[in-house]
């Protein structure tokens, strides 16, 4: 089997394992009382990942050797995908779901970033093209994902907007407490506040 062969199947199996995670999650979401938003621009995700592979399938040489090091970003990306999906939890899903008055997930990497798995995305689809020197497909399909990330971003900040004031900080809170005594000053003590468990629905 070629690295092409190989790394094309890895990307499929991958895929439609993450499209089953996020329906079962979605569905028990929604059972839960969450909505879904912006449901009519999904399609065009999946429209455009399964474009993107057949892309590579077509204009690839199957024999083509790969810059190797390239290769290792692609799968360091995978890794940080993981790290996405596993901060998320039950919450993470390919689709916008919300649940109002739920707070925001603050841990992983979004204690840094507010759309991670979005820029984990925009580095697949141009790090794997360009892997086996396939740069048109890489610029095409980069352009595309970014139109469609621009509007799909748009639409999910507004939902989760409103759950934002719901959300403690990211940090952690410190407290703090008097204690008299009639022989001592009085003393200060600190406590962690406790982690956050809620998410602001699909990082794609």
Do not use: C
Not at 26 to 49: N, S
Not at 159 to 181: C, E, I, N
């Amino acid at each position: 089997m070629t690295p092409l062969a190989w790394l094309l199947g890895f990307v499929v199996v991958q895929r439609l394992a993450e499209l089953a995670l996020a329906r079962r999650n979605t569905q028990r979401l929604l059972a839960e009382g969450a909505r879904e938003v912006g449901a009519e621009h999904h399609k065009l995700f999946i429209l455009l990942h399964g474009s993107w592979l057949l892309a590579l399938v077509l204009l690839v040489p199957w024999s083509a050797e790969p810059r190797w090091e390239l290769v290792v970003v692609f799968f360091v990306l995978q890794a940080l995908r993981v790290w996405v999906v596993a901060s998320l939890g039950r919450w993470w899903t390919t689709r916008i779901i919300t649940m109002d008055g739920a707070p925001l997930v603050h841990r992983g990497p979004y204690r840094w970033l507010s759309h991670p798995n979005y820029w984990i995305v925009v580095g697949e689809i141009a790090v794997l093209p360009l892997a086996f020197g396939a740069w048109q497909v890489a610029l095409v399909w980069s352009v595309l994902n970014a139109l469609l990330l621009r509007h799909r971003i748009r639409i999910e900040n507004v939902a989760l907007s409103a759950r934002a004031v719901h959300s403690p900080p990211a940090g952690p809170q410190k407290t703090t407490q008097v204690q008299k005594s009639s022989v001592k000053s009085s003393k200060r003590w600190t406590a962690p506040a406790g982690a956050n468990s809620a998410s602001p629905g699909p990082k794609a």
